[in-house]
């Protein structure tokens, strides 16, 4: 299984961003997908995760301002990031969880907010 994250870039604060990742091989259930970040000096935090059933969890500074939504017949994950802060700026991680085949993660897309 293999997950290819993309939509990263440089935004001004109070812009938006959408981040998408695609999961593609041999993939016989996906229980989870989710997105992480880890800021520089910082630890690994989750921002966002949405289940199969289509129930989602937000990190508490992700409340309000960002979005997770999920396309099953794609294998792909979006993150519609709006109101950003510079705070905000960390690479950001697509997680795909599956109870049959394990924890899988993408290679990472930065993120940064700045003026």
């Known amino acids: 299984v293999q997950l290819q994250a993309s939509g990263g870039g440089l935004v001004q604060p109070g812009g938006s961003l959408r981040l998408s990742c695609a999961a593609s091989?041999?993939?016989?259930?996906?229980?989870?997908m989710g997105w992480y970040r880890q800021a520089p000096g910082k630890q690994r935090e989750l921002v966002a995760l949405?289940?199969?059933?289509?129930?989602?969890t937000y990190y508490d500074s992700a409340k309000g301002r960002f979005t997770i939504s999920r396309d099953n017949a794609k294998n792909t994950v979006y993150l519609q990031m709006s109101s950003l802060k510079p705070e905000d700026t960390a690479v950001y991680y697509c997680?795909?969880?599956?109870?049959?085949?394990?924890?899988?993660w993408g290679q990472g897309t930065e993120v940064t907010v700045s003026s």
């Open positions: 997680n795909l969880w599956s109870r049959i085949q394990g924890d899988y």
């Open positions: 091989g041999s993939i016989v259930s996906i229980d989870r």
């Open positions: 949405i289940a199969s059933d289509g129930s989602t």
